[in-house]
């Protein structure tokens, strides 16, 4: 800790001494840092004046840092890591996040787009656009949000329509032959009547290419539409109408080949070997992988001023989240399948199906004395996921449907657990055959939560409390999660593969599950205004995440929640005539019962999953975020983030231990003594105490400037020269701190230089990213069908300019 506020000194002097020297004093004109809105306390407040730790982030710095997903705010908000696999979004805070790659549980950090909450962990990969702010809470936001804001919740606030005709028009041309478009338009209809339209696309050639085929890979293919309508019935009463659509079809979504799971053990051989590609951002393979995304969404919003100090507020969302992702888990071009080369048919396609409902009702009672929000909340959400393994994207095993009718499993049944009819085809009147294996997973969840915060100014009551505040809160939930796999495994053998074993089955409800949760968790905090530029504030928090299930075969797991209590002290300040904001929070937290999913090589399917619960972590740390302007053509902020999380007791299987894993002679003392036999000692279970937690790193920090350049330039424009610089320190994507599963140390940089006319009309841009071209590991995987361990990357360097247009 000496080091950090050793730091932040030199920080506060160094800014003091610029801004006491950057002109003379008896010219320099006064200047402030801007007032940031946020509604991170469900209602407006200033950022300095809430007593939550939060990052917002304007449409301007956004469109400047070229932010056109979640997974770019990790290189401009430091205590937030995103990675991903299987196109799914992992992100992290605070050492909390998504920490399973099967579709079917929450994710630890919640994401609202205005208010309403999106559950797929694959739902938060899509794109931003017209969107006029994101706000990053850290740490449990149980009291005011409806659902799972275990770790901090990110919210999106898109642009409103408003009574002025308005609108902007952006492209972005850059390399990788990228192509973005960005428009959006809205204004009054009539009296009482606005609307807004926006839209994007955004098309990319692939950071990679697969050998085999000569495709791209990792390419972008998105398109998205926004249509708003909002009706003022009274000055006091609105109802605002919106929806959403999202597309994707590209070859993006697939990890890479990293290294063998078993490198050295002759019986357990990676199922790809000759046919891998050279190039880490290359994927070999003889089906060309791809993602194939269809979403919608509809919300409305009805606020009503009932008087001065009384409101309600109600937000009903109904979203559907269609997606097909395909690879070929061996991530080679090698066809591995028993009747080719006695290997399991590696060949994925994983469909999901959701459709979520919500509905949440506030009340919100603003006085002097005290602030109000109640509410109360609904959600339910539906999946069916299906996971299935054959030879290609659309064909099955030779001979599936006879080995089908020889062990009674209807054809139509196997066509359903596999996704599709017996009618479709793949070409000329060829029919499709079922797939090796074939999951069908039904996965329910209901819940209902009561919420509700108050914050009672004391100096009310006395002069000499003046400034204190005392935050009350607390939430109940209730959650029914519900689970049902279904599905079938065409099973060979080893020895005889033409010889087909019994074809396992599980049929629908035979795994039927269903558990419920409940729990009360409440949030205390005190706040002190010391004078209007300082506030000071202590907050204990509790956060709840109710069990979830997983789509795996034969799989009756349902996991038990988690369950965290959050210590954290805070200031916010404004110094140095309000040229400096400084906003500090430390912290502290026990987790019981981390919700952790990981697959091991083995069992007819070719990998056994494992969902299971971390028995403790626990974590310290602190954060820092800083804005300053020196003087009216300088501005300078930056953030820094020290995390020290760690597993306090977890005991658990390797599956990167060969001893743990079936195949060979077993272990003998005197016949087979090898130590990577199965069964050999090391194997087993073990205690993982004192090792970090997945996707966090100790160390993270961003530093961002803008200079405006003193040129004369056409329609009274000004010039601004921009750089950002990020640093994360080690980060290991699996609870075992192996070097293999982990991403170095990096830097990145970004630069960009911004035109914007003196009006604000026309802004143009020339900007680079990751100017260094760091190859930066963003994820990595150990998957158990092909015995090898995967990996996905975050953007190589980039580069472009957009120009764009507001009226």
Not at 291 to 301: I, M, N, R
């Amino acid at each position: 800790m000496r080091v950090v506020t050793g730091a932040l000194l030199a920080l506060l002097t160094s800014t003091s001494a610029y801004a006491q020297t950057g002109v003379p004093a008896d010219t320099q004109e006064p200047t402030t840092v801007d007032d940031i809105i946020v509604t991170a306390s469900r209602r407006e407040q200033s950022l300095q004046d809430v007593s939550i730790a939060v990052t917002a982030l304007g449409e301007e710095r956004l469109n400047n840092a070229q932010v056109n997903n979640l997974s770019d705010l990790q290189t401009i908000v430091p205590s937030v890591n995103f990675g991903n696999d299987f196109n799914q979004a992992k992100i992290f805070i605070r050492g909390v996040g998504a920490n399973t790659s099967t579709t079917g549980s929450s994710t630890g950090v919640a994401l609202h787009v205005d208010g309403a909450y999106v559950a797929r962990a694959e739902a938060q990969l899509t794109s931003l656009f017209d969107v006029q702010r994101v706000e990053v809470l850290r740490g449990p936001q149980g009291t005011l949000y409806g659902r799972n804001a275990v770790g901090g919740s990110i919210n999106v606030i898109t642009a409103k329509p408003s009574d002025v005709m308005e609108g902007y028009g952006r492209l972005t041309i850059g390399s990788y032959n990228a192509l973005n478009t960005e428009v959006a338009i809205g204004g009054p209809i009539t009296d009482g009547i606005q609307f807004r339209i926006a839209g994007k696309t955004e098309a990319r050639d692939g950071f990679g290419e697969n050998p085999f085929t000569g495709a791209d890979v990792d390419d972008l293919n998105r398109r998205m539409f926004r249509g708003q309508l909002n009706f003022d019935f009274t000055p006091d009463v609105s109802l605002l109408l919106s929806g959403e659509y999202f597309r994707q079809d590209d070859s993006s979504g697939a990890i890479h080949y990293l290294r063998a799971s078993f490198p050295g053990v002759a019986r357990l051989p990676a199922f790809g070997v000759g046919g891998y590609a050279t190039d880490p951002r290359d994927l070999a393979s003889e089906i060309q992988p791809g993602t194939s995304t269809e979403s919608y969404a509809f919300t409305s919003t009805f606020r009503a001023n009932v008087s001065e100090n009384l409101s309600f507020t109600n937000i009903t969302n109904f979203r559907s989240f269609e997606s097909s992702l395909f690879q070929d888990l061996d991530l080679s071009a090698v066809v591995s399948a028993f009747t080719v080369n006695g290997f399991n048919s590696t060949v994925q396609e994983r469909r999901i199906d959701s459709e979520q409902f919500s509905t949440e009702l506030q009340m919100n009672y603003d006085t002097d004395f005290v602030n109000l929000v109640l509410g109360g909340y609904y959600f339910e959400e539906q999946q069916n996921p299906i996971d299935n393994v054959g030879f290609g994207r659309s064909t099955g095993l030779p001979g599936t449907p006879a080995i089908l009718a020889r062990d009674g499993i209807p054809l139509d049944v196997a066509y359903s657990f596999c996704g599709y009819g017996p009618g479709d085809t793949t070409g000329g009147s060829a029919i499709q055959t079922p797939k090796r294996v074939c999951v069908s997973s039904d996965l329910q969840t209901e819940a209902t939560a009561l919420f509700g915060q108050a914050t009672f100014n004391l100096g009310t009551l006395s002069e000499q409390l003046s400034g204190l505040s005392v935050k009350v809160g607390g939430r109940y939930s209730r959650e029914t999660v519900t689970t049902d796999n279904a599905g079938y495994i065409i099973r060979y053998s080893a020895t005889a593969p033409l010889q087909a074993l019994p074809t396992l089955y599980s049929p629908r409800g035979s795994t039927l599950t269903e558990r419920t949760f409940e729990d009360f968790t409440p949030e205390l905090g005190l706040q002190w205004a010391v004078n209007p530029d300082v506030l000071l504030y202590y907050t204990y928090s509790e956060g709840f995440k109710a069990g979830s299930g997983e789509n795996a075969f034969q799989s009756r797991t349902i996991v038990d929640p988690e369950e965290i209590t959050n210590h954290e002290v805070g200031v916010k300040a404004t110094l140095l005539d309000q040229r400096l904001t400084l906003n500090m929070a430390a912290y502290s937290y026990e987790l019981e019962g981390l919700q952790l999913n990981k697959t091991i090589t083995g069992g007819p399917a070719g990998f056994t999953t494992i969902f299971q619960n971390a028995a403790r972590t626990s974590a310290s740390g602190f954060e820092a975020d800083f804005f300053a302007r020196p003087i009216d053509t300088v501005r300078v902020s930056g953030g820094l983030s020290w995390t020290d999380a760690q597993f306090d007791d977890y005991i658990t299987v390797d599956p990167l231990a060969p001893q743990n894993v079936a195949g060979g002679p077993a272990y003998n003392p005197v016949t087979n003594p090898s130590p990577t036999a199965f069964g050999a000692p090391g194997g087993g279970n073990l205690q993982l105490a004192g090792n970090r937690v997945r996707n966090t790193p100790e160390w993270a920090w961003s530093l961002h400037g803008e200079v405006d350049l003193p040129f004369v330039l056409p329609m009274d424009g000004q010039l601004t020269l921009m750089g950002d610089l990020s640093y994360k320190s080690q980060i290991f994507f699996s609870e075992f701190a192996r070097e293999i599963e982990s991403s170095d140390a990096y830097t990145m940089a970004d630069a960009s230089l911004v035109y914007e006319s003196g009006d604000g009309a026309i802004t143009a841009q020339l900007w680079a990213k990751n100017i260094g071209d760091e190859d930066v590991r963003a994820s990595t995987f150990a998957v158990s069908t092909g015995r090898l361990i995967g990996v996905t990357y975050l953007p190589p360097r980039t580069y472009g300019f957009s120009v764009g247009y507001r009226f």
